[in-house]
Nanobody
Framework: QVLLVESGGDLVQPGGSLRLSCAAS????????IGWFRQAPGQEREGVSC????????YYADSVKGRFTISRDNAKNTVYLQMNSLKPEDTAVYYC???????????????????WGKGTLVTVSS
């Protein structure tokens, strides 16, 4: 059974940092493209970052570029999203997702993911 479980969401002050984790089971994560998405109340789901299965290339939404870093630990079958300099507008439920195609990261909003986690809540507020 394919399963993705996010963790690490929390309440943090503006300017703070968090590291989200996406732990995979039922499949070998490094063979898949992994994306991080977020959805704030009343807003559409947004692709935040993506790491390609083919060569590990990383991609970021303009809104998080320079502040967020996606990485993969194959030994732990886990993908991380390091989030620095957090802003109130980063508040959302964050989801990770996996897809088999290595062109997903090149698509708008990283369209084409097959499996999704249930999300973890990040709240940025003073």
């Amino acid at each position: 059974q394919v399963l993705l479980v996010e963790s690490g969401g929390d309440l943090v002050q503006p300017g703070g940092s968090l590291r989200l984790s996406c732990a995979a089971s039922g499949f070998t994560l490094d063979y898949y493209t992994i994306g991080w998405f977020r959805q704030a109340p009343g807003q559409e789901r947004e692709g935040v970052s993506c790491i390609s299965s083919s060569d590990g290339s990383t991609y970021y939404a303009d809104s998080v570029k320079g502040r967020f870093t996606i990485s993969r630990d194959n030994a732990k079958n886990t993908v991380y999203l390091q989030m620095n300099s957090l802003k109130p507008e980063d508040t959302a439920v964050y989801y990770c997702a996996s897809g088999y195609s290595d062109v997903i990261c090149l698509r708008e909003n990283y369209y084409g993911m097959d499996y999704w986690g249930k999300g973890t809540l990040v709240t940025v507020s003073s």
